[in-house]
């Protein structure tokens, strides 16, 4: 390359819009059907367990008692098996990916509290 080219090429890069965008501050909108992360409305989960035993890499784990649900973002691969195997489709995958973490094993946890069961009458009160 001749010096003039040289010298052309680097003037006008210096004056031209770059070519990539300034992310994280300009973010690309996400193409329809782009497998992000997985999202649940804990309130409609039944805690069933189907989705932990149908994932891959056991990135979902479902404690009944506790009525918990968790995930390991990490972990997951967006492969869509717990979306579908939920049967009361509370699990959707976002076109979003979920942000970068620093520290391995972080695990996003979601909890509903039990519903209030009411008392039997002359029943003796819950202690506690
Ligand atoms: S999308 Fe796949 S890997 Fe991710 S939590 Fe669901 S089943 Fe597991
Ligand atoms: S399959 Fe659906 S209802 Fe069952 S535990 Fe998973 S999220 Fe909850």
Redesign the pocket.
């Known amino acids: 390359m001749s010096l003039f080219a040289f010298t052309k090429t680097v003037l006008g890069s210096m004056v031209s819009k770059p070519a990539t965008r300034m992310y994280p501050f300009e973010v690309r909108e996400a193409f329809p059907g782009t497998r992000g992360s997985i999202a ?1 409305e804990i309130e ?9 035993r149908k994932c891959p890499t056991s990135a ?1 784990v ?1 404690n009944k008692a506790a009525r918990s ?1 968790e995930i390991d973002r990490l972990r997951c691969i967006s492969c869509r098996a ?1 979306v579908e ?4 489709d ?2 959707s995958q976002l076109t979003s990916y979920s942000p970068a973490v620093a520290i391995k094993g972080g695990k996003d946890f979601f909890h509903h509290p039990a519903p209030k069961v009411a008392a039997a009458p002359g029943a003796a009160p819950a202690q506690g």
Not at 44 to 52: F, G, M, S, V
Not at 85 to 88: E, I, L, Q, S
């Open positions: 649940i409609k989960c039944i805690y069933c367990t189907l989705c932990a979902i479902v649900w717990c195997a939920c049967p009361k509370c699990l």
